[in-house]
Structures are given as structure tokens and as C-alpha cells.
């Protein structure tokens, strides 16, 4: 077992194809390397049968739960129910599309005994040739205009220690979540450690980022840096990669508030060398 307890965060729109195998997958795989662990499942007003088949797969996985918007919030707002109704000292998240291998959750958990954030990056991404296209020059402007400084921002393989992220808890509803974070983290001061993690085509279902998600975003990025970065305080945080070798494959409660996860001030975090 590599950590004591962890949450994690699944949040799925219109995700009913592959759900139940989300939730298997998530349950198994932490029940191998975690003494205490549950499965959060934000079900953010899917108008198929993501709930339903949430529900029949939770009935042979003990560990996990699912939570409910009434409506479509976004995704930065399913995160932050999620998040909100976390019970453990890690937090993770990770998308409901089966793309991701979790059992590197497991390394991931064992950087965030060292530093408060422990993110992903995609290895070798298995996405269109467009969709990394577009990804590559969200993440230059990123780091360019907000200092995210990790190589891949929008990676759906996170870990944050709970007090840590009691501070990051997100405000953006859409996809800019991720960069929001990673932005205030920088603020604070937080040390971030990153590592490859492998990634696999979608399980099923489809995307839920297009086309129209691009400009929205910009827009986001462009408005959050002018009112953050232009306007707000510039500290810098630490980003270190882990020195590990390329990831080997392994064989309705309702939400609380952000009262529930304690705020305490900003940790003094050790400079990367």
C-alpha cells in the first residue's frame, strides 16, 4: 500500500457508455494501492444514463459514491463538488474516459508526500493530431502569460494534498479549471511536481472539449490574466519533474461546502533546486 487515504474525483456529462467501466477501474485500482480510498462520481446534469449506470456499477464497488447536479454546471463546477465532498487527505481527479492508466495514481501519491500539487503529463498522448495541436499552444500561452510552468496543463492525472487545495478550490465552471489552479498555485507559492503518466484512446462516448471550447477559453485565459497576473501578485512557484522512468502498465449524498475542507495559510515550501 503506497498512501494512507485518497479521494477520487470522477466527473462525467452524458458519460453513460463508459461510466460503469470508469468506476471499476478507479475502485480496483486504488484498492490495490491505497489502505483507505473512495470514488467520487459528480454526475454534472448528464441527460442520458450516466446516473443510472453509475448507480448499477457503485452497487459491486463499496467505495464509491455518486454525487448530483440537477443541471449542466461545467466542468470546473463538477471538480469543485467533487472536491467539496472529499473526505480524505489526498485528492485526486481524473476524467471519466477511461484514458487515463491509474495505477499511476500510486507514484503520483507518493510525489505528494513531498510537495502540495503532483500533476501528469502526457507521454505519449493518443488524442487527434488537431486536438494536440491546439493543446500545445494552449499550454505555450499558459506558461507564457499566467506562469502555469508544467508541461501539461490540462492533464487529467492530478494530486493535491487537502490543504493545499482548500486554497485552489476552483471558480472558473468550464475547462479553464485546470489552468486556474495551477495559476493560483503559483501565487501562493506552492511547489508543483509533475511526472509522465501513460495515456489510452477514449474508452467510448464522446469528447466533450470542441471547437466552440477554444475561443471560450482564450477568452478565459485572457480575462484571468489581466485581472490576476497583470493586476495581482506575481510569486513564483517551484516546478520539479520526478526523477522516475517512463510509467510502466499495470496487469445521493449531497455536496458540502468549501467550509468542509479546512483553509490554513500557505505552507513555507522548499525551493526546487
Known amino acids: ?52 449506470e453509475a448507480l448499477r456499477a457503485i452497487e459491486t464497488a463499496p467505495n464509491a459514491r455518486l454525487v448530483r447536479h440537477d443541471v449542466n454546471r461545467g466542468y470546473g463546477a463538477a471538480l469543485r463538488t467533487g472536491f467539496e465532498a472529499a473526505r480524505f487527505e489526498l485528492v485526486a481527479f481524473t476524467d471519466a474516459d477511461c484514458q487515463f492508466d491509474l495505477a499511476d495514481l500510486a507514484p503520483l501519491a507518493r510525489l505528494a508526500r513531498e510537495v502540495p500539487i503532483a500533476v501528469g503529463y502526457r507521454a505519449d498522448r493518443k488524442d487527434p493530431w488537431k486536438r494536440r495541436f491546439l493543446s500545445w499552444g494552449y499550454n505555450v500561452l499558459a506558461r507564457a502569460l499566467l506562469g502555469t510552468r508544467v ?89 520539479v519533474e520526478a526523477k522516475v522512468p517512463a510509467p510502466e502498465r499495470a496487469p445521493a449524498p449531497v455536496p458540502s461546502n468549501s467550509r468542509d475542507l479546512p483553509v490554513a495559510p500557505p505552507a513555507r515550501h522548499r525551493a526546487a533546486a
Not at 468506476?23 to 484498492?31: G, K, M, T
Not at 511536481?193 to 467510448?204: D, F, L, Q, S
Not at 471550447?213 to 517551484?238: D, H, S
Open 1 to 52: 500500500m503506497d498512501a494512507p487515504g485518497i479521494s477520487l474525483v470522477l466527473p462525467a456529462f452524458n458519460e453513460a457508455a463508459v461510466i460503469a467501466r470508469a468506476v471499476c477501474e478507479a475502485h480496483d485500482s486504488l484498492a490495490v494501492h491505497f489502505e483507505q480510498f473512495e470514488v467520487i462520481v459528480v454526475d454534472d446534469g448528464s441527460v442520458d444514463d450516466t446516473a443510472t
Open 151 to 239: 508541461r501539461d496543463v490540462d492533464c487529467a492525472l492530478k494530486v493535491f494534498r487537502r490543504e493545499a487545495l482548500a486554497q485552489l478550490l476552483p471558480t472558473s465552471k468550464g475547462f479553464f479549471v485546470n489552468t486556474e489552479m495551477l495559476t493560483r498555485a503559483r501565487q501562493l507559492g506552492f511547489e508543483v511536481a509533475e511526472r509522465p503518466v501513460t495515456h489510452r484512446p477514449r474508452a467510448g462516448g464522446e469528447s466533450k472539449v470542441s471547437l466552440r471550447e477554444v475561443p471560450r477559453t482564450a477568452r478565459a485565459l485572457l480575462g484571468f490574466w489581466w485581472r490576476e497576473v497583470v493586476r495581482g501578485p506575481k510569486p513564483a512557484t517551484a516546478v
